[in-house]
Nanobody, 129 residues
Framework: QVQLMESGGGSVQAGGSLRLSCAVS????????MGWFRQAPGKEREGVAS????????YYADSVKGRFTISQDNAKNTVYLLMNSLKPEDTATYYC??????????????????????WGKGTLVTICS
């Protein structure tokens, strides 16, 4: 069983930065996918960024390209989401998720909720204008 715990959310001014962390505990294979998703009130959950742990592929939603960076620290079993140049429309609850079973994902699949089996409880990010 895998457990995920997000941290690092908060309230910042537009143009500011935040770094979210997702601590991964439990047994994981050598290669698997981790994703960051977000859900704003009244909207569907959407993919923000994904990283193929052990494989090196990284994918971003168009809305965050050039502003957000996903990374991993294997020693700490942690995946990060560095968010720069934040905008009010980035306000949402951010979730990390893991898919341990899919060997290869396309860019579209990597940013969809469908294949991800394990989810954290989320961390709220509020951007003030």
């Amino acid at each position: 069983q895998v457990q995920l715990m997000e941290s690092g959310g908060g309230s910042v001014q537009a143009g500011g930065s935040l770094r979210l962390s997702c601590a991964v505990s439990g047994s994981t294979p050598n290669q698997y996918y981790m994703g960051w998703f977000r859900q704003a009130p009244g909207k569907e959950r959407e993919g923000v960024a994904s990283i193929w742990i052990g494989g090196g592929k990284i994918y971003y939603a168009d809305s965050v390209k050039g502003r957000f960076t996903i990374s991993q620290d294997n020693a700490k079993n942690t995946v990060y989401l560095l968010m720069n140049s934040l905008k009010p429309e980035d306000t949402a609850t951010y979730y990390c998720a893991a898919d341990l079973k899919t060997p290869i994902m396309t860019a579209i699949q990597a940013l969809r909720t469908t294949l991800y089996d394990y989810w954290g409880k989320g961390t709220l990010v509020t951007i003030c204008s």
